[in-house]
């Protein structure tokens, strides 16, 4: 069985590789994805067990945090607080991490399909470059998203500053 320290380790080194500040709303660096997912699913086994584990709710939190789950991070930081640490630095970050979560809800995107779209949005820039439009990005939502949410995705892109494709690279998915 994993034990705390492990973890935490675990998680450090997902954070470490993941190359996003706080509430960046970026998806995690591909390297960071295995080690950030290992130790989630470690924290969750553990705080089955140890469910007044301050410490390991927090963890939970973080590890959520950076894989873009917001509500579960909001869940997890909710126990910290309910267990008696009520720190001041952990209210601001409750509300900040109800702002992003509106944000990425709003979005509905996970981090893989950010980073392939990522992907998708770098190839076709370098060829062909920006016409100031959502043309690329467009067609990647086309194959990758149900045609019943691309109009609230793409108005979700805008929201966060993307009204074309390099916008989209650069404001969105960065
Ligand atoms: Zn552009």
């Excluded at 959520?64 to 789950?69: D, F, I, R, V």
């Amino acid at each position: 069985m994993n034990n705390l320290n492990d973890l935490q380790n675990q998680l450090i080194q997902g954070q470490r590789l993941s190359m996003q500040g706080s509430y960046q709303r970026r998806a995690p660096a591909k390297k960071a994805v295995s080690y950030l997912l290992s130790a989630r699913k470690g924290l969750n086994e553990y705080v089955k067990q140890n469910t007044d584990n301050i410490l390991a709710w927090r963890l939970l939190s973080l590890a959520e945090e950076y894989l873009l789950n917001y509500n579960a991070a909001i869940y997890s930081l909710q126990k910290v607080i309910e267990l008696g640490e009520k720190d001041r630095k952990d209210l601001k970050r409750l509300v900040m991490l109800k702002e992003y979560g509106g944000q990425w809800q709003e979005l509905n995107m996970s981090p893989e399909q950010l980073e392939s779209l990522g992907t998708y949005l770098e190839e076709k820039i370098d060829t062909y470059g920006c016409d100031h439009s959502l043309t690329h990005t467009k067609e990647w939502l086309d194959g990758n998203i149900p045609k019943s949410k691309k109009s609230k995705v793409t108005k979700a892109m805008q929201n966060q500053g993307g009204f074309c494709d390099c916008e989209v690279l650069m404001n969105v998915i960065d």
